[in-house]
């Protein structure tokens, strides 16, 4: 059925005039959704049987906002002329200033536009629960639609910037507390509420009030500059590279020093230069590269449909297992979690109430559904309560024979339909099922540590994985509030695979003499939250040594192979875990260098001899930033070129949620792309000339470089999904 896109108007016999955005399934306001309301307000305000007028958004959504596919349209083609002047001739001149009364009936969501056009009415009705925010900074830009000026008005300064800055929207319950909801009502009376209030407002019952002429929420100048005060360091603290949060605040402080509507006209021109930003490119990009994760092939388009999923079996609760266990347990899902001996079923059960009772003290769970979802838990020793689970996740240790045996097992005691998950991190998955006659419901869902809170789930699929399975382990990882990303079966997997050279570079770098604590500051300057060393100690060195050789069976042509895992291991710096690595840890203190292991360093240095001339060589922070992660786009390269992902875009998103790569830039491959495929494949080819054969430029960059073509356009056959 084709999508009914427009805005009507109805009148009644009443006077009042309703109109409605039909955009589904958000009521975006595209083009046409402008030109239709200016056209809508302007015939209402001249319509003699008009007495007042409500807006409201159809199909139970008022409104998600302006289009962002015009943000892209304009990320394209650099053509700002495709952004409507709405400030002022629709929003304030055809919406505020109309004489005719205008209420906004708001249902479901109001966000961004959408809240801003309901902003502007002269009364706002809403149903329970509905959404209500500005999102923009997590666009890149600033809210637009005279929002900067009017939310602060409507529910003070210092709860607006709050709002804005954290991008946190609240419930029509919360803003009628606030004052930017008039009232409250059940969805069945929004309209004729809203119409009796319209009605009310042009018969004087009720208050004509423009939200942009209010001062009474601001407080005096000088309280105002103190809130701003705050919100400038709030703003330096969560994002102090973003340049949007920085000047929303600037825009506030126009429009509190000299009037709501200089600030509007501000907010407009603001908003036409950060809509230019790399940080506006990269963030909307990632906006819509997770919405297209949900599109999978032959799998979301089957006419399929997800299976229940009640009970889930959690084989291993030590580090992985706990975590998954606790995903599951606070989306309801019952969980049996199994362990070899009562020792360790209690520790994983205690790690479990642990996750849950941390989610309570830091205010993220109630205690009611945190005694909720313990109670959903049993912890088991054998394999009795896996005849009736509906999914398997096996997360025990990384080890090919034991997961194997697992498996085979696992096709005895569980039901026909049951899905058998493993959360190996390196272990292909047709080696795991091997032993068994169930290769098509054999997945992996490569959860990322801390399970419970990164919401990255690869969902590893081998070419006999059903679409069902597939589509049945998306729709957990939905539930449970992680993003699930398709991926094909490889070494690694997408996100390990494409990072296993981000370590390898770094170490690299160190053995040339460049000194890893700057390594890791140049990196975090960069964005990552954490420098390769100490991701490594977070991440223990143990693990980095055990896959070290499963990496270099298969990418052997392509490693660096260092020494310094090893060593450091051997002078007791496990990292974190034991509270010594290239850092110390103390509790309650955050990490600091220590000075100690370069003593361990100038022994690696020794061992692998490749400073020229013996000397440390000299580089730039730019140099260090493309030394490390134009490897990892070469990987990329091989990870697109082999078809592990379905898009690009996929391994954007896998890489900022399973990797941190930061999302004001867009994702691994839409960097590379910023950068330009032709200077990322020159300057390795310089590097591999200068330091070898790990540096090598891949096939498919050195073809994309050569052909002008951006590392996103795939057009390879060798799909492994
Ligand atoms: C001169 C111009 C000045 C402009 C100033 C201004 O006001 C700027 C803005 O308003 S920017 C937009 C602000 N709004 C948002 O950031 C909201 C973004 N959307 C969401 O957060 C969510 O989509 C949601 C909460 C509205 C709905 O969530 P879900 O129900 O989980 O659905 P979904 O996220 O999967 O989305 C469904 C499809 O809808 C598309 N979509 C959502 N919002 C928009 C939008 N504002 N513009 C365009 N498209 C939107 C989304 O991409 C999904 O599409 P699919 O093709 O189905 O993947
Ligand atoms: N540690 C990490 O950051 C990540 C690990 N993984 C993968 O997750 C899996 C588990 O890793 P971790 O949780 O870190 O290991 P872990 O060592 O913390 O936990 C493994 C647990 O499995 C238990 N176990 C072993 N055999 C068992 C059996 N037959 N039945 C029930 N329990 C059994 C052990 O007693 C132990 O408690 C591995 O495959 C690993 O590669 C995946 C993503 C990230």
């Known amino acids: 059925m084709a999508k009914k896109i427009g805005v009507t108007m109805d009148v009644g016999n009443d006077g009042v005039a309703v109109i409605t955005i039909s955009n589904p399934p958000v009521n975006s306001l595209a083009s046409p959704i402008i030109a239709g309301l200016k056209e809508k307000f302007r015939d209402a305000n001249q319509r003699n049987d008009v007495r007042a007028i409500v807006l409201t958004g159809n199909n139970g959504r008022f409104c998600g906002g302006f289009d962002i596919n015009v943000f892209q349209q304009v990320h394209k083609t650099g053509d700002l002329s495709v952004m409507p002047e709405v400030s002022v001739d629709l929003v304030c001149n055809l919406m505020e200033d109309s004489r ?238 199994k362990e070899i001996n009562p020792e360790y079923l209690m520790k994983g059960i205690k790690t479990v109430e642990g996750n849950i009772k941390g989610l309570v003290s830091r205010g993220k769970l109630t205690q009611d559904k945190a005694g909720k979802a313990l109670s959903l838990l049993k912890g088991v020793l054998d394999y009795t309560e896996f005849k009736d689970v509906d999914m398997v996740i096996e997360a025990v240790i990384e080890n090919i024979q034991l997961k194997q045996n697992i498996f085979k097992e696992l096709e005895k005691v569980c039901p026909p339909h049951c899905i058998l998950a493993s959360n190996t991190s390196t272990i292909d998955l047709n080696v795991i099922g091997e032993k068994t006659n ?61 990072f296993f050279p981000y370590t390898q570079a770094a170490h690299m770098l160190a053995n040339l003499g460049v000194d890893l604590f700057r390594i890791d500051s140049v990196i975090t300057s960069f964005g990552l939250p954490l420098g390769p060393f100490q991701l490594g100690d977070l991440a223990g060195h143990g693990i980095g040594l055990a896959v070290g050789p499963i990496y270099a069976k298969v990418y052997g042509d392509r490693m660096f192979r260092s020494p310094l895992t090893e060593l450091l291991l051997k002078s007791g710096r496990n990292g974190k875990i034991n509270g010594r690595g290239y850092y110390i840890y103390e509790k309650g203190s955050k990490p600091k260098p220590d000075p100690s292991v370069l003593s361990v360093v100038e022994e690696s240095r020794k061992l692998t001899n490749i400073m020229p001339g013996g000397k440390p060589i000299s580089v730039t922070d730019k140099e260090i930033v493309e030394m490390i992660l134009f490897p990892v786009v070469n990987e990329a390269c091989r990870v697109l070129d082999e078809g592990v992902v379905i898009r690009a875009s996929d391994l954007d998103i896998a890489s900022v949620l399973g990797m941190s790569f930061p999302s004001y830039r867009g994702g691994i491959v839409f960097w590379a792309d910023m950068i330009g495929p032709k200077y990322i494949y020159e300057r390795l080819k310089e590097m591999s000339e200068t330091y070898g054969s790990f540096f090598k430029p891949s096939r498919y960059l050195e073809e994309r470089a050569t052909k002008g073509m951006p590392l996103s356009e795939l057009k390879s056959s060798r799909s492994r999904l």
Request: glycine share 10%; proline share 5%; net charge positive.
């Open 438 to 498: 169930s290769k098509d419901r054999i997945v992996g869902a490569h959860f990322f540590s801390p399970a419970h809170l990164m919401t990255l789930l690869e969902i590893v699929r081998s070419e006999n994985t059903s679409p069902q399975v597939i589509l049945d382990l998306m729709a957990v990882g939905k539930a449970i509030k992680k993003v699930p990303v398709v991926v094909g079966n490889c070494i690694g997997f997408a996100v390990n695979r494409t």
């Open 100 to 337: 005719k009364p205008l209420v906004a009936a708001v249902e479901g969501l109001a966000l961004g536009g959408g809240l801003e056009l309901a902003m502007a009415c002269h009364a706002r009705v809403s149903a329970p629960k509905a959404q209500l925010g500005l999102p923009e900074l997590t666009l890149g830009v600033i809210p637009g639609f005279g929002g900067t000026q009017r939310l602060p008005r409507l529910v003070g300064l210092a709860k607006a910037t709050d709002m804005i800055l954290l991008s946190k929207s609240i419930s029509s319950e919360e803003g009628q507390k606030l004052g930017l909801i008039d009232a409250l009502v059940p969805p069945g009376e929004l309209l004729s509420t809203s119409r009796k209030w319209a009605l009310d407002i042009a018969d004087g019952r009720k208050p004509f009030l423009r939200s942009l002429h209010r001062t009474d929420k601001i407080g005096s100048l000088s309280e105002a500059r103190a809130i701003l005060k705050n919100s400038r360091q709030l703003a330096k603290k969560i994002a102090p590279k973003m340049p949007q949060h920085h000047a929303v605040i600037e825009v506030i402080e126009e429009g509190i020093v000299h009037g709501g509507y200089s600030g509007v006209l501000k907010e407009a021109e603001v908003f036409r230069q950060l809509v230019l930003s790399d940080t506006a490119k990269g963030l909307v990009h990632v906006f819509f590269a997770q919405r297209a994760t949900s599109k999978v092939p032959n799998v979301t388009d089957a006419g399929l449909k997800p299976r229940p999923i009640k009970k889930v079996a959690v084989i291993g609760g030590g580090l992985m297992g706990s975590g998954i266990a606790t995903a599951l347990l606070l989306s309801n899902i019952r969980v049996v979690l």
